[in-house]
C-alpha cells in the first residue's frame, strides 16, 4: 500500500529536549516536505526536499531541522523545542515537480510544556 | 506572492443539500489549484485540481469545482451533501517546486 508514515503519532515533550520526527515514504517520490498546522493558519511549510541530499527552507522553518540521506526518508528534528513549536506536523511527498499533488502522512501531534 | 482565501471558516448544511465552499486565490502566473479534505485524525488526501484545460473539474465523493480566472475563484461544489463529507476543506494554489500556499479551511457540518 502506498504511504507516508509518521512516528511518533503523538509526543509530549519539555523545552530544549531534542526530539526527532520520522517520516517515511514508499512510493518513490523525489520531493517531500514538512508543514504545519495551526487553528486559523491553515499549513504552512517548514521545510522541502527536492532529493537525496537537496533540502531548502520553507516558510516557517526556524527552530527546525532536515536531512535527506535517503530518498524514502525525510526526518523533521526540533534541536531545543519551545513551547511555540506546539503543532500537528504533516508529512508529504510528490512524485510530480510541480503540480503540488501532495501525500500526506497522518500526522504528528507535538505538544511542549 | 501567491496566497489563498477561503470564506467562512465554518459551514452547515443538511444533509442532501447543496455543498458550496468558497475559495478565492491570487497568483501572478496561471496557478494550480487544488482542494483537499482532512478527515477526523486523518492527513489531507486530494480531492481534486486544476492545471490547464477544462475549467471544471471533477474530483471524488461526487465534488466538483470551476475555475473562474476572472473572479480569481475556484469554488468547491456537491449537488447533495452527505453525512460522510463532514471534515475540514482547504483550499491551495502552487508555487511550484512542491509547495503549495493553503487557505485556512472551512470545516463543514452536516446535519441529518
Known amino acids: 500500500e502506498a504511504q507516508v508514515t509518521q512516528n511518533p503519532r503523538y509526543l509530549i515533550t519539555v523545552t530544549g529536549k531534542k526530539l526527532t520526527v520520522t517520516c517515511s515514504q514508499n512510493?518513490?517520490?523525489?520531493?517531500m516536505s514538512w508543514y504545519r498546522q495551526d487553528p486559523g493558519l491553515g499549513l504552512r511549510q517548514i521545510y522541502y526536499s527536492m532529493n537525496v541530499e537537496v533540502t531548502d527552507k520553507g516558510d516557517v522553518p526556524e527552530g527546525y531541522k532536515v536531512s535527506r540521506k535517503e530518498k524514502r526518508n525525510f526526518p523533521l528534528i526540533l534541536e531545543s523545542p519551545s513551547p511555540n513549536q506546539t503543532s500537528l506536523y504533516f508529512c508529504?511527498?510528490?512524485?510530480?515537480?510541480?503540480?503540488?499533488?501532495?501525500?500526506f502522512g497522518e500526522g504528528s501531534r507535538l505538544t511542549v510544556l | 506572492a501567491q496566497s489563498v482565501t477561503q470564506l467562512g471558516s465554518h459551514v452547515s448544511v443538511s444533509e442532501g443539500a447543496l455543498v458550496l465552499l468558497r475559495c478565492n486565490y491570487s497568483?501572478?502566473?496561471?496557478?494550480?489549484l487544488f482542494w483537499y479534505v482532512q478527515y477526523p485524525n486523518q492527513g489531507l488526501q486530494l480531492l481534486l485540481k486544476?492545471?490547464?484545460?477544462?475549467?471544471l473539474v471533477k474530483g471524488i465523493n461526487g465534488f466538483e469545482a470551476e475555475f473562474k480566472k476572472s473572479e480569481t475563484s475556484f469554488h468547491l461544489t456537491k449537488p447533495s451533501a452527505h453525512m460522510s463529507d463532514a471534515a475540514e476543506y482547504f483550499c491551495?494554489?502552487?508555487?511550484?517546486?512542491?509547495?503549495?500556499?493553503f487557505g485556512t479551511g472551512t470545516r463543514l457540518l452536516v446535519s441529518p
Open positions: 508529504a511527498s510528490s512524485l510530480t515537480r510541480d503540480t503540488g499533488e501532495l501525500f
Open positions: 491551495a494554489v502552487s508555487e511550484g517546486f512542491q509547495k503549495l500556499v
Open positions: 486544476y492545471t490547464t484545460g477544462a475549467t
Open positions: 497568483s501572478s502566473v496561471p496557478p494550480y
Open positions: 512510493m518513490n517520490h523525489e520531493y
